[in-house]
């Protein structure tokens, strides 16, 4: 009698364990349109419609915690979480700690600032510009323009605000989310000329995994590659880049 409870309950485990594999992502949400706190608490944007996407397509709950970026990498090495989302470049840097899925995005890189306050990249020379802590704006700046004063930020948020403020002369994030901030702010204007460095740059955006888990990294490379061609994707990139 014991014998059999037993083994209904786990049989029970393992039937619910299939029907509901939860995929729990990380990202950073202040990074809009990829990702920001909408007005209902909640975290939205395009790599959040990307990644419900993909984890209908491979019928698992998805959930998504709001991390500093530079923790995103190390918290996903610790197992706090399975994958990351958050508007991420591929760079053979990165590659070494973690997987990623193939680019599901193509980035670039702008400078924004005051209007009429800087003429070009070569007028920042001496200037403060604001980076996010861990990010390939970051390492760009402090390799390739030691001339600029390259100023840390944890949330590209603060460094809009200092801009606006005038204790940075400039900010230098990707495009898509540059041109946000402009809408969004007509005080401000961008440098006009894109950065797109591979070297640092990389690849486009990707999903990290674990170095191990090749098994959601193929997962998510065939459901990608579905929603391509279904149109899921089309009409999530519509939604957030149409200008
Ligand atoms: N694309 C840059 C990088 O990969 C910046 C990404 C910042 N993302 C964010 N959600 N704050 O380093």
């Given at each position: 009698m014991k014998k059999f409870i037993i083994a209904t309950v786990l049989a029970g485990i393992s039937v619910a364990a299939s029907a509901a594999e939860t995929v729990r992502f990380a990202t950073?949400?202040?990074?809009?349109?990829f990702e920001f706190i909408g007005a209902d608490n909640k975290i939205q944007g395009f790599d959040i419609d990307l990644a419900n996407a993909l984890c209908k397509e491979i019928q698992a709950d998805c959930t998504f915690a709001n991390q500093a970026f530079d923790s995103l990498i190390p918290g996903l090495k610790f197992k706090r979480y399975d994958a990351v989302i958050s508007g991420m470049d591929i760079t053979p840097e990165r590659e070494k700690q973690v997987l990623f899925t193939q680019p599901y995005y193509d980035n670039s890189a702008l400078f924004i600032t005051q209007k009429?306050?800087?003429?070009?990249?070569?007028?920042?020379?001496?200037k403060r510009v604001g980076v996010q802590n861990g990010t390939t704006h970051q390492k760009y700046l402090l390799d390739k323009h030691p001339e600029i004063t390259a100023v840390p930020y944890d949330s590209y948020q603060n460094s809009i605000l200092d801009l606006k403020n005038g204790r940075i002369d400039a900010v230098f994030g990707d495009t898509a989310v540059v041109n946000e901030w402009l809408k969004q702010n007509t005080a401000l204007a961008s440098l006009g000329d894109k950065v797109a460095d591979q070297g640092y740059f990389g690849s486009g955006l990707g999903i990290a995994v674990r170095q191990q888990n090749t098994e959601l990294q193929g997962k998510f490379n065939a459901a990608l590659e579905k929603i391509k061609q279904d149109g899921t994707y089309q009409t999530i990139y519509q939604k957030w880049f149409q200008q």
């Open positions: 950073e949400a202040s990074y809009p349109p009429d306050k800087v003429a070009d990249v070569a007028a920042l020379k001496g």
